[in-house]
């Protein structure tokens, strides 16, 4: 799956997630809308959604791989939403705008 693959996936699957920013690390994080269960990063909420494979987010590379996503994209597809200090400010906006939200604004958990 190639990077634009993988950001067509999300947003086709964004609308089963509520999205936040976290306020402190600014990571991206996605629950399943309506419950109270744990946080997805973009790769992994992409992987449970297609898949129903359950990954921690901190498991991006062991769903990464079920997905078919180069190390080098998952890299940098989790770098630009967890906005690294070393990410892809492009890429972060449009994983943000993928998922619903806007790029500068803050969203609270």
Request: one cysteine or more.
């Amino acid at each position: 799956m190639t990077v634009n693959e993988f950001l067509t996936a999300l947003r086709q699957c964004a609308g089963e997630f509520t999205w936040t920013m976290d306020p402190g690390s600014q990571y991206l994080l996605g629950r399943r809308t309506g419950t109270r269960e744990k946080d997805f990063c973009p790769i992994t909420a992409v992987a449970y959604a297609y898949e129903r494979g359950e990954y921690g987010p901190w498991h991006w590379d062991v769903a990464a791989r079920h997905l078919r996503v180069s190390l080098r994209d998952g890299t940098a597809l989790v770098s630009a939403a967890d906005g690294a200090i070393d990410h892809d400010p492009a890429l972060r906006a449009q994983l943000l705008g993928a998922v619903g939200l806007v790029p500068g604004e803050t969203h609270v958990c």
